[in-house]
């Protein structure tokens, strides 16, 4: 099983410019998330989709857009990229519940100059 | 602001000592506490979980969890070079048995050096 898989590894954008990053999961979670990691500021959650058809804002939501497109797949949307947005971006997945594990993709290295 | 705090670091502690890795945070309410391993560039996987007071072994790892001072900690031993990685702590700020949709807090995460 691949787990989590997002794409791009590595992204380069200029100030202004869009892009989507991709996430998909294979082991039928119910729930999906986004957070990006600074230095110093720790994993904060971006958006959330706790089942398939809903979705949710995080901590830091503002410049980004999330769609859930099925059960698998959550994607996030960055419509005018700005600097400050250059940070890493992970997508996980967990079942519903308090005590289950989130599971990681490899992460996104985004750059915005 | 619910907080979950760490100090970020580094803790160097030679190889075969025990190292003890500490977490606070704010929620009394919180029920379920994670601990997660990063490797620098990579991404964080799980690696201990606890949710009632006391201690909780796996392998090498012990988590221990105070509700009354609001603390959970990771003690690590016989520390090997391989354990050198940044520690999340993570706190579960809802019910443990409601189901459906969990917040979960991280720390910024402690970063541990063990010399050979």
């Known amino acids: 099983n691949a787990g989590v898989t997002q794409t791009p590894k590595f992204q380069v954008l200029k100030t202004g410019q869009s892009m989507t990053l991709q996430c998909a999961q294979d082991?039928?979670?119910?729930?999906m998330y986004w957070y990006r990691q600074d230095p110093g500021m720790g994993l904060r959650l971006i958006y959330y989709?706790?089942?398939?058809?809903?979705?949710d804002k995080g901590e830091v939501p503002n410049g980004y857009n999330v769609s859930r497109l099925n059960k698998r797949e959550f994607s996030l949307r960055l419509e005018s990229a700005a600097p400050s947005q250059t940070s890493v971006y992970f997508c996980?997945?967990?079942?519903?519940?308090?005590?289950?594990?989130?599971?990681f993709g490899q992460g996104t290295r985004l750059t915005v100059v | 602001q619910k907080e979950v705090e760490q100090n970020s670091g580094p803790l160097s502690v030679p190889e075969g000592a025990i190292a003890s890795l500490n977490c606070t945070y704010s929620?009394?309410?919180?029920?379920?506490f994670f601990w997660y391993r990063q490797y620098s560039g990579k991404s964080p996987e799980l690696i201990m979980f606890?949710?009632?007071?006391g201690d909780k072994e796996d392998g090498r790892f012990t988590a221990q969890l105070n509700k009354a001072s609001q603390y959970v900690s990771l003690l690590i031993r016989d520390s090997q070079p391989s354990d050198s990685a940044t520690y999340l702590c993570?706190?579960?700020?809802?019910?443990?048995?409601?189901?459906?949709?969990?917040?979960?807090?991280f720390g910024t995460g402690t970063k541990l050096q063990v010399i050979p």
């Open positions: 996980a997945s967990s079942e519903l519940g308090g005590d289950t594990e989130a599971f």
């Open positions: 929620d009394r309410g919180s029920q379920s």
């Open positions: 606890i949710y009632s007071n």
């Open positions: 993570a706190v579960n700020e809802g019910e443990r048995n409601s189901g459906g949709y969990q917040k979960v807090t």
């Open positions: 989709s706790a089942s398939e058809g809903t979705t």
């Open positions: 082991m039928n979670h119910n729930s």
